[in-house]
């Protein structure tokens, strides 16, 4: 009898002590949850509690839903101008954690209406260069002159020099391009117009074939918005990961 | 009082004898288990994702009505109006925002109950393409093989050919005759411009810009003189053609049509393209899909 009842108790402890396992998992990770959601995403690699657990998932999640297109290791691919994810050069915004979370919930180009869709680089080869505004189409010479200034502008030598000054006039006069890279060419990080006298080239290598290919055919990228596809962690912890690929390079 | 502690303790271990029969001990053990089973369910219930009526989640700021305000709309609003990060907002710009997100929400729920959107053009175009911006969003997530861009690629080869580019020359003759002769004399060799000039043909000026894309030797020439050009070699010289009560004829310096790009040239377009391709097949399923289940009646002679 006796040991009937200890079995009895025995099989009532390992369920109440299963249940209070489970009610305290249940109860750390919603406590988890919360604290990393409601941090300062912009602090959080300071964090050295929450950065570990942070950069492990992020890593995880980069790996299946962004290295298809950003590679494995972040660093993009100039060939399809896919954007460096490990340099110091920003497309859109400053590099900060919350704004990289906001890409990757809402997206470039992605038909989000909380993502970035400010402007694109027009087409200027084409009939109609811009779809969302009236903007004129250029010559082929034309689009020569502007390549042959922004090579001089990047360092290259030996560009014709009248084909310079007439690409300068082009750049910051009627080409419409000061309008959103400036009359320096220095870029605007808040609708993603890169800096084009820096050196560093989204698509291709700064050669002439590939700025005349760009200013003739436009070039305008999309970056998914993963909001439906990503749990609030997991978009905030893929955003911590992409960031620290930034810093890793800069505090070197 | 210690035979009645005796005694209590001997009925509760009678109460446990799994070799007796007891009906209390049945019916208790199962109230328990119902009890426990509706307290795990209620856990579950006011804290699954979605049910919000238990507290605000934590990858919200607040709840309103049940429909949440993101924490990441309220960063980015704080971001937007103070420039500040959650961690360097003042309690004042914290809650100033916060109370604008929720007073949007209200007014939109507000304009939900109005039934706004019945009433306001600009309301029902926000719909439209708020709805259509979703099937964007799904189709710019599809990440397709590398099989599929080239599939595509082959299949819209003429999508991915840059401009052809032409630099022509439009002379323009004083009569038929002269236009005659200096054709043959350039086709038998004569240098172009003394046998131009010597028929008393001038250029028109429509394409002395030198190189033009073909859309705009297309526009400054019209679309019959283009159509004749675009079939010129280099060097070759076109038949007089009446246009616009004009003669004309054509001398092509240099003509290269357009190409499609390698793949791996033109992969970003391909992609953009199937992308595209996708929207518009969401689109019309979607189209296809909301006229399928709507119940709709045309009135007699709209029909």
Redesign the interface.
């Known amino acids: 009898m006796r040991s009937m009842y200890t079995r009895y108790i025995l099989l009532l402890s390992a369920v109440v002590i299963v249940l209070i396992m489970v009610v305290a998992t249940t109860v750390i990770h919603r406590r988890e949850r919360t604290e990393f959601l409601q941090a300062d995403a912009d602090r959080i690699l300071d964090d050295h509690r929450l950065a570990p657990k942070a950069l492990a998932r992020g890593r995880r999640i980069f790996l299946a839903n962004c290295a298809s297109c950003h590679g494995a290791d972040g660093r993009g691919s100039t060939a399809t101008g896919t954007p460096d994810l490990t340099d110091q050069v920003f497309l859109y915004g400053t590099g900060r954690v919350s704004e990289i979370e906001s890409i990757v919930l809402h997206g470039i180009r992605s038909g989000d209406d909380k993502g970035w869709d400010l402007a694109w680089m027009p087409a200027y080869g084409k009939p109609v260069p811009y779809a969302r505004g009236k903007l004129p189409s250029l010559s082929p010479g034309e689009i020569e002159q502007l390549t042959s200034y922004l090579r001089a502008l990047n360092g290259a030598v030996g560009e014709d020099p009248a084909a310079v000054s007439a690409g300068r006039i082009l750049f910051q006069e009627h080409g419409g391009c000061w309008d959103c890279h400036g009359r320096d060419a220095q870029g605007d990080t808040a609708i993603g117009a890169p800096n084009l006298s820096d050196g560093s080239w989204l698509r291709g290598d700064g050669s002439r074939r590939d700025i005349s290919r760009i200013i003739r055919e436009g070039l305008h990228g999309v970056s998914p918005a993963f909001r439906g596809r990503l749990d609030p962690v997991n978009a905030r912890a893929v955003a911590v990961y992409v960031a620290s690929l930034h810093a890793r390079k800069e505090s070197k | 009082m210690s035979s009645l502690a005796g005694e209590t303790k001997a009925n509760l271990?009678a109460w446990?004898?799994?070799?007796v029969h007891n009906e209390r001990r049945s019916v208790t053990l199962c109230a328990l288990a119902a009890v426990l089973g509706l307290v795990i369910a209620g856990?579950g219930l006011f804290?699954a994702r979605g049910t919000r009526v238990a507290g605000v989640p934590?990858?919200d700021a607040a709840v309103v009505n049940r429909s949440p305000i993101?924490?990441?709309?309220y960063?980015?609003q704080l971001?937007a109006l103070y420039n500040v990060?959650?961690?360097q907002a003042t309690t004042d710009q914290k809650r100033a925002t916060l109370n604008s997100m929720i007073r949007e929400e209200l007014y939109v729920q507000r304009g939900i109950e109005l039934g706004l959107q019945n009433d306001f053009i600009e309301i029902r175009s926000a719909l439209v393409n708020?709805v259509?911006?979703?099937?964007?969003?799904d189709?710019?997530?599809t990440?397709p093989t590398e099989q599929e861009l080239r599939d595509f690629y082959q299949k819209h080869l003429q999508n991915f050919q840059?401009?052809g580019?032409m630099t022509v020359t439009d002379f323009v003759a004083p009569d038929l005759g002269s236009a005659q002769r200096a054709v043959i004399a350039v086709r038998s060799g004569q240098d172009l411009e003394s046998a131009m000039a010597a028929g008393g043909l001038r250029t028109s000026g429509a394409t002395d810009?030198?190189?033009?894309?073909y859309?705009?030797a297309e526009q400054h020439l019209g679309s019959t003189l283009f159509s004749i050009a675009k079939g010129l070699q280099d060097g070759q010289v076109s038949d007089p053609v009446a246009d616009g009560g004009r003669v004309h004829v054509l001398a092509m310096r240099n003509n290269r049509r357009p190409v499609p790009e390698d793949y791996?040239?033109a992969?970003?377009?391909v992609?953009?393209g199937y992308?595209t391709d996708e929207i518009a097949r969401m689109r019309a399923g979607t189209d296809r899909f909301l006229r399928e289940r709507a119940d709709v009646q045309i009135a007699k002679g709209l029909q």
């Open positions: 271990r446990w004898r799994p070799d856990i804290n934590p990858e993101l924490l990441s709309d960063v980015v971001q990060s959650p961690s708020a259509e911006a979703q099937q964007e969003i189709a710019n997530a990440v840059p401009e580019l810009d030198g190189e033009e894309f859309f705009a791996s040239e992969r970003d377009q992609l953009a992308r």
